[in-house]
């Protein structure tokens, strides 16, 4: 598969691993990068060149088929859409009309009453509903947190972590 970007034999291979195992380092990519990290040694900035290309060439690919993605979920949504706008209208059509139900060439069409609970309908606002009849929950409130362990108080239950590394390619 042609790239836009150069990209070595070795490096192709490693990112052939990981796509067969679905991205996740397992003890055959470990010693196949291991091997690869090892050569590292002659040509460096060459071989680091042509790594950052594949991680380039793999953060594209992702980009691109987040869109595509994104594409398709936005069109499958307007399909759905159309779809329960066609079948209201159906609904209204069997209601309007008092039709039963209808046997088409392909179809048996009928209007059907929901089953399940019936439904709810809360007549007031939400804090108007005695307490019995509301549910709360408690969530930590991080930025109190934060500006505590901060201003340098001491806290049990909360501690302020280490930041991570990570390589930058620009």
């Given at each position: 598969?042609?790239?836009?970007?150069?990209?070595?034999?070795?490096?192709?291979?490693?990112?052939?691993?990981?796509?067969?195992?679905?991205?996740?380092?397992?003890?055959?990519?470990?010693?196949?990068?291991?091997?690869?990290?090892?050569?590292?040694?002659?040509?460096?900035?060459?071989?680091?060149?042509?790594?950052?290309?594949l991680?380039?060439?793999?953060?594209?690919?992702?980009?691109?088929?987040?869109?595509?993605?994104?594409?398709?979920?936005?069109?499958?949504?307007?399909?759905?859409?159309?779809?329960?706008?066609?079948r209201?209208?159906?609904?209204?059509?069997?209601?309007?009309?008092?039709?039963?139900?209808?046997?088409?060439?392909?179809?048996?069409?009928?209007?059907?009453?929901?089953?399940?609970?019936?439904?709810?309908?809360?007549?007031?606002?939400?804090?108007?509903?005695?307490?019995?009849?509301?549910?709360?929950?408690?969530?930590?409130?991080?930025?109190?947190?934060?500006?505590?362990?901060?201003?340098?108080?001491?806290?049990?239950?909360?501690?302020?972590?280490?930041?991570?590394?990570?390589i930058?390619?620009?």
């Amino acid at each position: 598969m042609p790239t836009i970007y150069e990209i070595s034999d070795d490096l192709r291979a490693l990112h052939d691993l990981l796509a067969e195992s679905g991205g996740e380092l397992t003890p055959q990519t470990e010693a196949a990068f291991a091997a690869f990290e090892a050569e590292l040694s002659s040509d460096l900035h060459g071989k680091l060149d042509r790594y950052c290309s594949l991680i380039a060439e793999l953060e594209a690919l992702a980009t691109a088929r987040k869109a595509e993605a994104k594409r398709l979920t936005d069109l499958a949504r307007t399909n759905e859409r159309s779809a329960e706008a066609l079948r209201e209208r159906l609904r209204w059509v069997f209601e309007a009309r008092g039709l039963g139900t209808q046997q088409t060439q392909r179809f048996r069409v009928s209007l059907a009453a929901n089953g399940g609970k019936l439904p709810l309908v809360v007549l007031c606002a939400e804090d108007e509903l005695p307490a019995w009849a509301t549910k709360s929950r408690v969530t930590a409130d991080t930025e109190a947190i934060r500006e505590r362990l901060e201003a340098g108080e001491s806290l049990a239950f909360a501690r302020l972590g280490d930041r991570g590394r990570r390589i930058s390619i620009r």
